[in-house]
């Protein structure tokens, strides 16, 4: 206990300090100020239990110094000293609540007395608030169990929650009626740090911030934490209507973007309601919250999303997922998934919605590749497929592996078939390109520059698509057509080589009687 002695008389501060019983009175420290202002710094800057203090000071008096401690709020016992007996002095020391009045010249023994009594008076009073505040803890405990077993054991009854609120004494704590929080946070997203005592300061900051908002004196002992559904879970019995519980859910929320980014996933608000029935209203939320996936952070009122009208009807475009099928776009189709399946969560934010989707996808792909004489089987027994088919409705991103996994193994299984449709697509151009131009220099070079692929693979998918090479189709047409002029036209033989496509007409003749057998003149000779 430290004792501060205010007094202008030097030597009055010597005597008291010399011969004050410190061992009686249990003190461990004593200050000395002459003025109130040296006074009043060491009280602003010391815990001082105890002052004793003259009266008649110069520039101010005792009475005036008690009346700033008490504006201050400093708790400590005041015993005056004076050596005049005036009426004015006892009652405004009366009036300030000192502890005792004493009269000059200085008896040490009635100093001694006055002061153990004081002192006592302090043991009593600090004893006491103990008491109180370790029957507050206690109290705030009890209340931490009542409200755990009332959101986490359901089924207790309206009858014995009242009877155990009066059994604990904890009446005075319970309200009529609460809106209740419950706040849903993805597994292994609240990382309170590997450190037991920094994982309990942030558990501690968590929900001191939670009682703040949703309770009018920070009441801790209404924030309930448990794990569930793979989640982590936050209950708060808000004491304030359900509008104005609203308007402080989208402060913590603004809280938690700050400090615990991603973590949050939804939060439910449900209406306000009688505290015996606050286990139920937690147990529909629950009910809830396991058949509907959220991943925004918003904070909702409960009511509301339950009179949301789920979207009915085919949730797929079958026909512009099978034009991007056949036509092998991968990218759009995944695209198209993407956005739908997003629409699918905005709109349902059911675990429903995102099994409609999972079934309508699985059936259309069963159907496409039927019809290109290709098993499903082989698709739905992979153990990657079942694997991610078995975690798909659990979360977007998990409906979203499901679904890449499956399309790009559908686009796989048919990608030979599509190719073989392209190549013969390409060799139809080719050969309606020869026609045009088969009286140019055509060759594979020329062409490979025409169609942009490479010389080698235009020559080898020619001759897999029409049994011949580039080289015999050219020439043979070119012979087809020298016939003709042969057999209708009196044009000279050079004349035709050059109009057909042959640079020279050895090589002209060397190539006709290839086809034909004969020469070019014998040729016009026969017919």
Known sequence: MNLLIVDDEIVTTQVLEEQLDRALLSIDQIYVAYNTSMA?????????????????????????????????????????????????????????????????PIDMNKINQALLRVTEKIAWKQK??????????????????????????????????????KQQGIAEEIQEKYCVVILHFASG???????????????????NILAEAFTEKIKMENVICW???????????????????????????????????????????????????AGLEKEKIMEYDKTHIYDEGEIKEFMALLREKEASGHILDEDYILQCLNKGSRVSTLEYLQKTLQHVKQTMHSVEGFRNFQVELTQLV????????ENMNSVIRDP???KLDMNAVKSEFSMVQWMTWLMNKVFDLTQEERKEKTEKRITDQVIDYIREHYTEDINRNTLS???????????????????????????????????????????????????????????????????????PAEFRKKE
């Open 40 to 104: 009043r710094d060491i009280l602003q800057k010391n815990k001082v239990e105890l002052i004793l203090c003259d009266i008649e000071m110069p520039k101010e008096n005792g009475i005036h110094f008690l009346e700033w401690v008490r504006e201050q709020k400093i708790q400590t016992e005041v015993i005056f000293l004076t050596s005049h007996e005036k009426f004015e002095y006892a009652y405004g020391a009366v009036q300030n609540g000192a502890a005792n009045y004493l009269l000059k």
């Open 227 to 277: 794990e569930e559904n793979t989640g982590t879970y936050l209950g708060i019995l808000s004491e304030f209507s359900e509008k104005e519980t609203k308007e402080r859910a989208a402060r913590v929320r603004k809280i938690f973007e700050k400090y615990f980014p991603d973590a949050l996933q939804i939060g439910y608000i449900s209406p306000s309601v009688p505290f015996y029935e």
């Open 384 to 386: 990657i497929y079942l």
């Open 449 to 519: 520059e025409r169609f942009h692929f490479s010389p080698e693979y235009i020559g080898k998918m020619f001759r897999k698509d029409i049994g011949t090479s580039l080289n015999d189709y050219i020439n043979s047409l070119r012979v087809e057509k020298a016939k003709h002029l042969l057999e209708n036209t009196n044009t000279k033989v050079i004349d035709i080589a050059l109009e057909v496509g042959f640079d020279t007409l050895p090589y002209f003749s060397s190539v006709f009687k290839k086809y034909t057998g004969v020469s």
């Open 189 to 207: 997203k609240l990382d309170f740090g590997k450190e037991k005592e920094q994982e309990s300061i942030y558990k501690f900051a968590m929900e």
């Open 128 to 165: 006491t608030e103990e008491i109180r505040e370790y029957w507050k803890i206690g109290k705030r405990k009890m209340v931490r169990y009542f409200w755990t077993r009332v959101l986490l054991e359901p089924g207790v009854q309206k009858q014995g929650l009242e009877e155990e609120i």
């Open 366 to 373: 069963s159907k496409y590749l039927h019809d290109k004489k």
